[in-house]
């Protein structure tokens, strides 16, 4: 028994040694561990981001009050309805663009997605008309019925974590899911995903203020 535990912890090691024996886990500033997925080229984080502090340590500034989300053209983030013990470590936090836009929102060695790299995404799971059901977790336990065309085949496994709306309401979690790219449109919108619970299809829009909370997925630097 004891040489066969020893065999094994020798191919580990050299499993390591020639190959890296790649992790599937990320590590931010608040010390949440975060699933990861290889999707054709591209390393994705399989879960939505969900850190209170930029990856320098400093603290990225929570916005309760529904008047100073509306007014804020700096960075914020929140948790749905402001509850952080149902919704954190399912959904992750919401985030303007603002905070996007700092460049420090992701663990070092990643950043969050442009657009060209969620297109690279939903171009290789073929086409936004399908990707979504691609990108969903499968099932109702977090996706309202009927969740349709969800296989979750990609790994992705995307929630519907809602959003926040400009004005500082929040909606539609469990119906829908919105996350940002880092790819701006114009002074006051930027470039967004969306998955609904009623088709398979991932929608993209670049007219959504950079006020709106959304979620947040980090994708490995190249």
């Not at 990856?55 to 053209?73: A, F, Q, R």
């Not at 085949?153 to 926040?164: H, V």
Request: glycine letters at 10%.
């Amino acid at each position: 028994m004891k040489i066969k535990i020893i065999r094994l912890f020798i191919l580990i090691l050299f499993c390591i040694e020639l190959t890296g024996c790649k992790t599937n886990s990320l590590k931010d500033k608040d010390g949440n561990i975060y699933k990861t997925v290889t999707i054709g080229t591209q390393a994705w984080m399989a879960e939505n981001l969900k850190t209170t502090k930029y990856n320098d340590g400093s603290s990225i500034p929570l916005v309760m009050d529904d008047k100073t989300w509306e007014t804020s053209t700096s960075p914020a983030f929140c948790w749905y309805k402001n509850d952080a013990t149902t919704n954190k470590n399912t959904y992750g936090a919401l985030y303007n663009w603002y905070t996007v836009n700092t460049k420090k929102l992701c663990p070092k060695g990643w950043h969050v997605s442009t657009h060209a790299e969620w297109t690279t995404l939903t171009n290789y799971l073929k086409g936004d008309s399908v990707a979504g059901g691609k990108l969903k977790e499968m099932g109702t336990v977090h996706w309202e019925s009927p969740n349709t065309g969800a296989t979750n085949q990609s790994g992705f496994t995307a929630l519907p974590g809602g959003y926040r709306y400009i004005y500082g309401a929040f909606y539609l979690v469990g119906y829908n899911g919105a996350w940002w790219s880092s790819t701006e449109s114009d002074a006051v919108n930027a470039w967004s995903r969306y998955i609904g619970y009623f088709d398979g299809i991932v929608s993209s829009s670049c007219n959504f203020s950079k006020r709106f909370g959304y979620s947040v997925r980090c994708v490995k630097d190249n």
